[in-house]
């Protein structure tokens, strides 16, 4: 299985971007997917995650009010708002091993390789 993120860029602070992550409609339709990120030199963390129906969503305490995920058949949306210095970082999409999403990155089975955020003060 793969997956394919994109739409990270170089945006300055206050800044928007919409991250997508694709792959084969099978993969997604009966599982949940998450985002997380990796800063550098500091562990991947939580951000986002949403139910294989997408009627569940959450978020981390960092980005809610800022940041949204949803999902159509075969991508999942990442819309960033606000951004700040703070959010540059490799965002990852995974496919969650059940139909409800984790903050733990153990929980998701498939990864794709990160789309890069820079956010410039």
């Known amino acids: 299985v793969q997956l394919q993120a994109s739409g990270g860029g170089l945006v300055e602070t206050g800044g928007s971007l919409k991250l997508s992550c694709a792959t084969s409609?099978?993969?997604?339709?009966?599982?949940?997917v998450g985002w997380f990120r990796q800063a550098p030199g500091k562990e991947r963390e939580f951000v986002a995650h949403?139910?294989?129906?997408?009627?569940a969503t959450s978020y981390a305490d960092s980005v809610k009010g800022r940041f949204t995920i949803s999902r159509d058949n075969a991508k999942v949306y990442l819309h960033i708002n606000s951004l700040n210095p703070e959010d540059t970082a490799v965002y990852y999409c995974?496919?969650?091993?059940?139909?409800?999403?984790?903050?733990?990155?153990?929980?998701?089975?498939?990864w794709g390789q990160g789309t890069l955020v820079t956010v410039s003060s």
């Open positions: 409609k099978l993969t997604f339709s009966n599982n949940a």
């Open positions: 995974g496919v969650g091993r059940a139909s409800f999403g984790s903050t733990y990155y153990t929980k998701y089975a498939y």
């Open positions: 949403i139910s294989w129906r997408g009627h």
